[in-house]
């Protein structure tokens, strides 16, 4: 049974930090290239970054490029986001997306295989 696990979502001041972290089960987690995306109230889903099967090669959309770094383990099934200089524009649902046939760098284009069920990150001003 696939599973797809986001957590370290909160609450947080302008200008803080948070680490999200997606842990996959049930299916080969080094073969699939991973992305993170975002949903605030109102609005569309939007990419965030995403990362290749091993690590080499990570991608970000221009609104979080040098705040955000994502990283994985793939002996612990695991993604990691490291959020930070955050903003409260980047108040939203957060969620961690598997892809086995995408480049990074069309994530935000191509549907994912596996959904997480998304974890909230608030910003404060």
């Known amino acids: 049974q696939v599973q797809v696990v986001e957590s370290g979502g909160g609450l947080v001041q302008a200008g803080g930090s948070l680490r999200l972290s997606c842990a996959a089960s049930g299916f080969t987690f080094s073969n699939y290239a991973i992305g993170w995306f975002r949903q605030a109230p109102g609005k569309e889903r939007e990419f965030v970054a995403a990362?290749?099967?091993?690590?080499?090669?990570?991608y970000y959309a221009d609104s979080v490029k040098g705040r955000f770094t994502s990283s994985r383990d793939n002996a612990k099934n695991t993604v990691y986001l490291q959020m930070d200089s955050l903003k409260p524009e980047d108040t939203a649902v957060y969620y961690c997306a598997a892809n086995g046939l995408s480049t990074v760098q069309a994530m935000g284009i191509n549907e994912p295989d596996y959904w997480g069920q998304g974890t909230q990150v608030t910003v404060s001003s």
């Open positions: 990362i290749s099967t091993d690590d080499t090669t990570t």
